[in-house]
């Protein structure tokens, strides 16, 4: 009987390696026939408009090198492929790659925002800033006023990005007793970003940032700053000014906050497993509180004293906590104050700037016309379209004209690092990643 079952498997393990060369055969066959046997659109990684048509070439010696040079991936696989790209290896290699991505998925980055009022425009414009070139998934999480839920399905849902970005779309939510007070802390719906690790319990990192950020480098690399947390760090932000002598904490604050001139809170990573964890040192009780715990009481003690609303109970946690805080460089989080008195950014100066935030509404008035000159060019930016010539160049042309003002005058750290970002994104397009 054991004998039968040997035999019986060997006979299936020889049958199952036929139909998989047989198939291997089938696929090398149908790419040989003359016109390639594909007319649908398939996704081209290595051009620059993001699409082309599949089928339209045969395999000569242009394919050849193709083969060579691009690999397969989760969304390129072997049958999303131009047909003048591989035969047999191809097919081969698509398999085990399906396999092997079928257990182990790309991880994907989390990224959080909250939109109230007029800010559907900003937010989709930031959106489409973190997809142009971030390298791993992206999913988005939404938190919007619920007639603005259409719009922003609508927009998204046209993003020809498949595979690579995700969303979901929640409404704005506060504790139910306390939801008025919350409501009308500094801006509409502002403070939602307190209570996200307490709303997305299944998410374990999560990158919160304002509507008016735009990213200029990829998003996985603030991503990556979470693999150098220590063991006692939570969360990380921007210092809110690299000169004291124009600080707004420092000069005019009536409650405690982070460091030397406080920490801003429009770029915000979070570690949201260790928040929710974690038990804060406070003045309120000698007995520590969890998050959930200290929200509310800090908001009551101190919300006579406060002006930026949720940003200054930041400060004031992280002041009875510093441990917890890792702190990035300003041009991870630059701002007008960074140059409307002069430059004081000086990482920027150096390596560019990294992500833009455009607070004080600078992306829709004329009084700092170098961070409106950026955030227009990304907002008519056309996915597919070539990154040199229809973002960048004509970028450089309008930061030109506002060498006027303190900002302009040093328009070429807005482009250093952009530069920079594109020229790495066609190198990666060029090794098919």
Request: with cysteine.
């Amino acid at each position: 009987m054991r004998r039968f079952a040997r035999v019986a498997l060997l006979c299936l393990g020889c049958a199952v390696c036929s139909l998989l060369y047989g198939l291997s055969q089938l696929a090398l066959s149908l790419e040989q026939e003359p016109g390639g046997g594909r007319d649908t659109q398939a996704r081209d990684p290595a051009a620059p408009g993001g699409r082309r048509r599949a089928g339209s070439a045969g395999r000569g010696e242009a394919g050849t090198e193709r083969c060579k040079n691009l690999s397969l991936s989760f969304w390129n696989s072997y049958w999303m492929l131009p047909s003048d790209v591989c035969g047999m290896n191809c097919f081969w290699e698509a398999a085990f790659r399906y396999e092997y991505m079928k257990t182990h998925p790309p991880e994907k980055m989390h990224l959080a925002v909250v939109a109230c009022g007029e800010r559907l425009e900003e937010t989709v414009t930031m959106l489409r800033s973190a997809i142009i070139f971030s390298i791993k998934p992206l999913h988005f999480h939404i938190f919007a006023e619920d007639q603005l839920h259409e719009s922003f399905k609508d927009t998204l849902d046209e993003f020809p990005y498949e595979g690579k970005v995700y969303y979901t779309l929640y409404p704005i939510t506060f504790p139910s007793e306390s939801a008025a007070e919350w409501k009308k802390l500094f801006k509409p719906c502002a403070s939602q970003r307190l209570f996200l690790p307490l709303i997305l319990k299944n998410v374990d990192s999560l990158l919160y940032v304002d509507t008016d950020i735009l990213f200029l480098r990829p998003v996985d690399d603030i991503w990556s700053f979470l693999g150098k947390f220590n063991s006692t760090q939570i969360a990380a932000m921007a210092p809110e000014h690299e000169e004291p002598r124009i600080g707004w904490y420092n000069r005019f604050a009536r409650h405690p906050y982070y460091g030397v001139t406080g920490i801003n809170s429009g770029v915000m990573l979070m570690n949201m497993t260790r928040i929710r964890r974690k038990y804060f040192k406070n003045d309120m009780t000698p007995v520590r509180l969890q998050w959930r715990e200290i929200l509310m009481p800090l908001l009551k003690k101190y919300k006579l004293n406060i002006t930026w609303g949720d940003q200054d109970l930041l400060n004031i946690m992280f002041f009875h906590n510093p441990e917890s805080l890792y702190v990035f460089p300003c041009q991870w989080n630059y701002r007008p104050d960074h140059c409307i008195y002069g430059s004081n950014c000086k990482a920027a100066e150096e390596e560019g700037i990294f992500i833009l935030h455009g607070n004080r509404g600078v992306y829709h008035d004329d009084k700092q016309p170098t961070f409106r000159a950026v955030y227009e060019a990304i907002k008519n930016y056309s996915f597919g379209d070539d990154l040199v010539h229809s973002l960048l160049q004509p970028l450089e042309q309008e930061l030109q004209k506002t060498m006027h003002t303190y900002c302009g005058r040093v328009y070429k750290v807005f482009i250093k690092q952009l530069t920079k970002s594109i020229r790495d994104l066609y190198a990666r397009r060029s090794k098919g990643r």
